[in-house]
């Protein structure tokens, strides 16, 4: 398993744009299929976006075209660039890792970090 801490959630107003991080520790981070994953009030985690180890790249739908996800292999590290942000994107961000194929489904991904707080209004 990677223990991962994720960074740069906060308060912005719709429009904007933000940029989450997620930093792994472990010398297999290449070789792991990694995901954003948000959750809000009430509901269930929903999956945003993954990368494969291969670098090929997954949306949820109603994420296409707003959001990128990437990763840097170098520096261990996810990101997700967030724009045109909207007030249902608001929720806890999390990251997650699997090793191997890339999925959509939680239950499928054993590393976790703590998540960070996105939260969008006027």
């Known amino acids: 398993q990677l223990q991962l801490v994720e960074s740069g959630g906060g308060l912005v107003q719709p429009g ?13 981070f290449r070789g792991h299929s990694l995901a954003w994953f ?41 990101y997700l660039q967030m724009d045109s942000l909207r007030p249902e994107d608001t929720g806890v961000y999390y990251c997650a890792a699997r090793d191997g194929v890339w999925s959509h489904h939680v239950s499928e991904y054993d590393s976790w970090g703590q998540g960070t707080q996105v939260t969008v209004s006027s």
Request: proline fraction near 2%; aromatic fraction near 12%; charge should be positive.
């Open 38 to 78: 948000r959750q809000t009030p009430g509901k269930e985690r929903e999956f945003v976006s993954g990368i494969s180890f291969s670098g090929n790249t997954f949306y949820g739908d109603f994420m296409k075209g707003r959001f990128t996800i990437s990763r840097d292999n170098s520096k261990n590290t996810l």
């Open 16 to 28: 904007d744009s933000l940029r989450l991080s997620c930093t792994a520790s472990g010398r297999a």
